[in-house]
């Protein structure tokens, strides 16, 4: 198959669409496919072409076999709604317009969010005269809503009017939880063209490791209890709570936070950790993917948090699968389907969604039980090899594209 893959975020971005993108493609290639990545110029979150790039009309590499062409971008940081909105639509009118200069394809792929990037693929899909296969990984307008980025009601009819149509065109629909499946049954999708595929972790990559002592002396954290938080530090993570946490934890000079990631809310949370003198946090910035790894060797434990919304109970955030990978137990501050995920591992503890009180009383829990946090770090690993290996849920997500494509080609 000649798979072109519309995503608003590709390597050497590190966040979770690109991995997500990155991990399935290399597979699809690796199983003899021809995959080409359409995307930004890499900036995301800092608001700044990364070394090596140029904003120019298109930057072409290979990377594992992948074709990536990045093209002209509105760069801007991850914060003030009306850029990034920007940002957003003018990659999909860029995608549009290289549509008909791409190579041939037989099926297209577009992944949302970001929102107007699933959009895309609609036109796109009519330009190269191919099935059009949408990847739901988080729902929009639903989730910018309810974390307050947007209020303007007239705006948001016209985006879950925008909503409907996407999922009423799209030839197949892949959400990656049960919960955004009915949810787009509920706004027009139909059922028998959506399938669930999850997010998981790549197991060759994100393996048990002993801890790597020169990393963790250098970042201050060695001989101590890590909690770590792994990820965007947006508006819907609600991550006052670790703040919080760390003043009722002041005295155990044995527990240290880790929180590693950009995003909207990271200068406000330094200025109010500076402020309060906790010195029991350390903050690192965006790390390379392959520090991952180095990264989740030197943390003793997982926090996996989002706030507390209703939206939130559809949500499964991709760090759940690489804590498991990796032997590092959970403590996840999120109800819904992770919240089942964890306790059908056995991997973690929930706690109540920004109850600082409750993630305090569980890392000294598992700070005062290893062997605890051992058992939860095997059950954890066991389970993710079991039911989310990336690259069995790429081969099921190809098996779904072969069969697409066959489909399309016998109707016409």
Request: include cysteine; hydrophobic fraction near 45%.
């Amino acid at each position: 198959m000649r798979i072109l893959f519309l995503s608003h975020y590709f390597p050497p971005e590190v966040n979770a669409p690109a991995t997500r993108t990155y991990e399935h493609c290399k597979q699809w290639v690796e199983m003899g496919h021809e995959v080409t990545v359409v995307s930004c110029v890499p900036h995301h979150p800092m608001g700044a072409a990364y070394p090596g790039y140029k904003n120019k009309l298109v930057h072409v590499e290979y990377i594992d076999g992948i074709k990536a062409i990045k093209i002209l971008t509105y760069i801007t940081a991850n914060e003030g709604f009306a850029k990034r909105t920007f940002n957003y639509i003018f990659y999909m009118v860029m995608a549009i317009l290289m549509a008909p200069f791409l190579s041939k394809a037989d099926v297209v792929i577009s992944t949302s969010p970001q929102f107007f990037n699933g959009l895309a693929g609609y036109f796109v899909s009519r330009i190269k005269r191919c099935p059009w296969l949408l990847e739901i990984r988080d729902l929009w307008p639903e989730s910018i809503v309810a974390v307050g980025a947007i209020s303007n009601r007239k705006i948001i009819a016209l985006l879950e009017k925008i909503e409907r149509f996407v999922y009423r065109k799209a030839d197949f629909i892949v959400p990656v939880t049960n919960a955004f499946k009915k949810h787009i049954v509920a706004r027009g999708g139909h059922e028998d063209t959506i399938e669930v595929i999850r997010n998981g972790a790549d197991l060759t990559f994100f393996t048990d490791r002993a801890q790597d002592d020169t990393y963790a002396e250098l970042i201050g954290v060695k001989g101590k209890f890590v909690a770590s938080y792994v990820g965007t530090h947006g508006m819907a993570h609600g991550l006052d709570i670790i703040i919080e946490a760390a003043e009722l934890l002041r005295q155990r000079e044995d527990i240290v936070f880790l929180m590693a990631g950009e995003g909207a809310e990271r200068k406000r949370l330094a200025s109010e950790i500076t402020k309060r003198g906790l010195e029991n946090i350390t903050m690192l910035g965006q790390l390379p993917k392959e520090d991952m790894p180095r990264l989740w060797s030197v943390s003793t434990v997982s926090l996996v948090l989002l706030r507390k919304l209703d939206l939130f109970l559809t949500v499964i955030p991709s760090k759940i699968f690489e804590s498991m990978a990796m032997k590092k137990p959970i403590i996840i501050g999120v109800d819904g389907e992770s919240k089942e995920i964890i306790n059908d591992a056995r991997a973690g503890i929930a706690i109540k969604p920004e109850s600082a009180t409750e993630l305090a009383a569980a890392i000294i829990k598992l700070a005062d039980s290893p062997a605890l946090c051992q058992k939860y770090g095997e059950q954890g690993s066991q389970y993710v090899a079991t039911h989310f290996d990336r690259h069995i849920l790429a081969q099921q997500y190809e098996k779904k594209l072969a069969a697409l494509c066959e489909t399309s080609q016998e109707q016409r």
